[in-house]
């Protein structure tokens, strides 16, 4: 039998002047795994954070840490650590007394004090900088500092909100792999909250898309970015082709969509003929050949290049269909014989493998 | 960042200034930026203090005519009569008791204003600003109706109505002490609030998430952080109540004698002006005395936290 999960949360409900921020939220974050709750601003994510931390009090919904209910427990008494955004250490204590603080909450002997506050100084690597003052570290030390704090207090679980995002790129992205380590290290059952795709998919056992305040989809990074089960979804993890049309033929389980600006593709669903369907089709999916090297049949599209942006790793190929519709491409800049033709204006071929093409719930209108 | 914001509030006024006129351009412009407060308060503060404190050296003749030359004779009757060195330390007790007793009402009004909902806090600023607009002779007036002894004030009749009192209260200390924070409250309230309003939430939110309780978080936390502002609140109400004279006057009468009301005795019905200065003097010297000491307390508490970065 599996073991509880560490962080549960059962059908969670928070409104603010009587808008649902969070809108029946039910999740579990399994022991030493970190699990990710992905979302634009406003889509909730912060709150259900909160909650869990008992910052924010639920209007209803059940939340239990570590087997044990927590709904009505005080923030205080919930030991959990949390990171926060700008990290919120305490500009008038030197390193050492922020790290300090949670374990003298706590009523733990002076002596035990100072030497687990240098062990967890040692584990984030600034075990020298115990005398400074907050406002004399950079980002990235306080970052540390902020985790040695929330990690000494050996917390139930951890929270992370938004932790990486006042850092620049180079410095997140060390960050991003360090935390995940130590994370590994400590075996902590971790909730992170991000609008970062990258850093969801980068850091996370498991992710959760929110919006208007519900989970859109819940699934391992490769899951959501492979099979996103929405629209929503497949255009906020990464970027989307959306092809929107009607079943015309079906063969057992699968079935010939036709767009409604008569491009066809094959698609596994078992929908009747006649069905209205989305397809997301992921832009580094598509192959360009250029015109005249033309084959035929589905999932292949006469266009026009419109745009091409040269991005370093990648380059962007922005073509428009016969009708007039975007469709984009994505090719990584090793095919350099292919791309020395990609200039506006140029006909090309766009194609690509039918098990790329996803069906998607389209949203409710 | 704001974290850095609150170390420089703190800073000494001298490097404060020192750092305006630096970013204020080089050397010339930062200085005809100040030149006209500076000239300003040579005019009417630096010369008038100068010739008071030389006045207090001067001494009055029995014929009413001043001596020449310099003379300590007013500053050792100032400290060899018994009066005025009970009137200091009545001066020091006071002003001590009304800033202690108005910091304490202005945390909880100051946690409103800078905390509750916008609403509220605007009509408090105004409710504690309000006394500020009514003459201080008029105020007075009314504290003496309210604080009357025997039957006729209004706390001794409320008292009376409910089988208490009577008490003592029109020419005590603690009169004085009550006029003086029912006016100064705001200038106590206004800073607190404002080094309250500085505080990132979000530092209070990571104490409660290492498991400090709401007064924990408080002591440990907010209270530390809004520092800054008590201390200029208590500087501001310090001196205000230390160098008034109405209220002391009329709410003290003759029973409590403070250093104010002296010097008015002593310049405008003894005409004894050279005393009056030197009291004067000491008034200012014991003002600023306790000023400097609490904010060099400050800047040293400071110090000791930045020692280890260096």
Redesign the interface.
Known sequence: MMARPDIELGGVVKAYHGHRAVDGVSFGVERGTILSLLGPSGCGKTTVMRMIAGLVRPDAGEIAIKGQPVTRVPVHRRNVGMLFQNYALFPHLDVGGNVAFGLEMRGVAKADVARKVIDALALVKLDKLAGRMPHQLSGGQQQRVALARALVVEPSVLLLDEPFGALDKQLREAMQVETRLLQRRLGITTLMVTHDQEEALTLSDEVAVMRGGRIEQLASPTAIYQSPTSAFVAGFIGTSNFLRGRIVLRQGDRALMESDDGIRVTVASAAAVGERLTVALRPEAIRLDLAGTTGSGPNRVATTIDQVIYRGLTTHVYLKRAGGEPLTAIRQNDDGAILAGLVPGAAVEAWWPDERNHVVAEDPA | ????D??TDLGSPWRRLAGALRGAGDGLAGWGLVAPVVLFFAVVFLVPVGLMVRWGFYRQLDTGALSDGFTFANYIRLFSVDLYRKATWTTLEISVLTTVVSALLAYPLALVMARGPALIGRILTVVVIAPMLINVVVRAYAWRVILANGDQGIVNWLLAQIGLGPVHLLYTEWAIVIGSVHVFLSTMVLPIAAALGRI?P??E?????????SF?VFR??TF??SLPGLAVGSTLVFSLTASAFVAPALLGGNFVKMLGPLVQEQILSVFDWPFGAALATLLVVLVMGVNLASVGLIERRLQR?????R
């Open positions: 960042m704001s974290i850095t609150r170390r990132d979000a530092v939110d990571a104490a409660r998430t290492l498991g400090a309780s924990a440990r936390v530390p952080l936290k930045m020692k280890g970065a």
